[in-house]
């Protein structure tokens, strides 16, 4: 009887376990030269021209935790003092954070290694969501 009871025990454990939690999607940036919405969220580019219209897309499949978040664009560089990065642009904002989707667009003049991402105004030592690409 006890055997049963403690296998029973361990069924139930392990079904909440396993089935019981959901693991949070993390928030995830889509880079586009063209229009984005959500039919083409797929089409991945990271390759663009300079001068030219970047579309930026913030995807988060759980909404957002905090309504206040940094946009950061740095470049990569290998001649700068600071660990090779170098701020392009830096930009705070206020999003809903019911929305699961929020897109806008930059444009970049130089050609390089840049990266895109975004941080919580209240936690700025770590982006959430991160991407890398190139303007030639």
């Known amino acids: 009887m006890r055997e ?56 988060c499949p759980d909404g957002l935790k905090y309504a206040g978040v940094r946009l950061q664009i740095a470049s990569r560089n290998e001649k700068t003092s600071n660990w090779g990065f170098s701020i392009i642009k830096t930009r705070d904002m206020y999003l809903d954070i019911s929305r699961k989707y929020h897109k806008d667009y930059v444009y970049i003049e130089k050609p390089g290694n840049y990266f895109i991402q975004f941080f919580y105004l209240n936690k700025k030592n770590y982006p959430f969501a991160h991407k890398e690409f190139i303007v030639k």
């Open 4 to 59: 049963k009871l403690s296998a029973g025990i361990l069924l139930i454990a392990a079904i909440i376990i396993f089935c019981g939690f959901k693991r949070a999607e993390k928030p995830f940036i889509i880079l586009s030269s063209g229009d984005i919405d959500p039919n083409n969220t797929t089409r991945i580019e990271r390759i663009f021209t300079s001068k030219g219209r970047i579309n930026y897309a913030l995807v």
